[in-house]
């Protein structure tokens, strides 16, 4: 006999209430097994995919990609009895069953499901058997939200598709989906990579929210650009920022770079102007641990760290995130260049979870990948400061009384006054900007 199972939006990091439905991985009929993929949500931190706790077949899914849901509520229908051969219940219900089975909800869910049993009544005369009742028929759930939103064209595709798309070099915004719903398939990508793929669909298609008489496209704030938003707010208006500014000649340090791609140890291995500041970060942050700090205004203390989680801020399709290196002060270059690069390409395929976005104790953000010179950072909240890379570029510069054309950069440093004065601030850029000057400087750290 079926018996039907809700599977509800998991809580997937301490804190979320919603999420966004960006593409299903089954469809009503499928047969699912336990911690299969069903769904890919993107909340207010990362993309996410979510695992079914149950096997069964997918009976209904309850809401449509692109809605808004709220966490608890249903998001799909399962039978985890299609079969009908469930164990027989007891001829009688033990004095002491429990009066409901919960089940035991996955790493990171904050939710539970659960399913309720009638206990038997004490003192009540055993039954020769159970009376058994047909299960009601599953209503269909409301969707968490009346209406699709009006924000900005997401392509639907399952990520062996979206890998492949990468891979070929493919941009799955410029595809029309021919599977239903629009959903891009493999052969829409290799046709697209062939050279004759179909349009993108245009925006009155996908709901985009423009208006043709004001001219205007009103895009939802959602997501992680809404988390973003709160979280630079909220930063920008409770710690009192102080900017300071460093241009320094780093010449030796893209010398460097190139010994290091030619030797043995580093090959294969990607090092960048990133992996030399995020070594001087940690360098330098032992020397003025006021930077590495944060300010708990419940408690009124300056909780000093004596690790570094170090931030790193990347720019991906959905907006701003700032994954972590954990304990970014205990690894070599060369672990750095890895994690760094792994970080990275996690971060662009819009993987990165909400848990590797939490706890960190600096940050660095690179704008010189856009061709800035430089810039005045918000500091991330939690955390007390924040180092901004610009371009490199060529630039006439004083070398021992001649000027001489060398690789020039400019770093901006914004800090929190309350936590770091500006004796501390001056001193942390100073010894950054040395380590990435001459990077021989490190040994005498």
Known sequence: MPEYKQFPLADTAEGLTEAD???????????VTVNQIVVEVETAKAAVELPIPWAGVITELLVEPGQTVEVGAPILTI????????????????????AEEEMKPLVGYGSKAVVTQRRARKGAAPAAAPVV???APVAPAAPAVASKPKGGYVPLAKPPVRKLAKDLGVDLHALTGTADGGVITRDDVQAAANGSAAPAASSSTVDSGYDPATRERRVPIKGVRKATAAAMVQSAYTAPHVTEFLTIDVTPMMEFREKLKKSREFAGVK???????????????????????????????IVYKDYVHLGIAAATPRGLVVPKVRDADSMSLKELAIALTELTDVAREGKTTPAAMLGGTITITNVGVFGVDTGTPIINPGESAILCLG???DTPWVVDGEIKVRKVLQLSLSFDHRV?????????????????????VAITY
């Not at 299609?82 to 219900?93: D, H, I, L, N």
């Not at 001087?280 to 944060?294: E, F």
């Open 420 to 440: 770091v004065d500006g004796q501390q601030g001056s001193e942390f850029l100073a010894d950054v900007g040395a380590l990435l000057a001459d990077p021989a």
């Open 133 to 135: 009742a047909a299960p």
């Open 391 to 393: 371009a490199i570029k």
């Open 79 to 98: 039978d985890v009895d299609p079969g009908g051969k469930a164990a027989p219940a007891p001829t009688a219900p033990a004095a002491e069953e429990p």
């Open 271 to 301: 090092v960048t102007p990133l992996t030399f500041a995020a070594k001087a970060v940690c360098l330098a942050a032992k020397r003025t641990p006021d930077v590495n700090a944060v300010w708990d205004e419940a408690a009124q203390e």
């Open 21 to 31: 439905i960006i593409a299903w991985q089954v469809k009503p009929g499928d047969t």
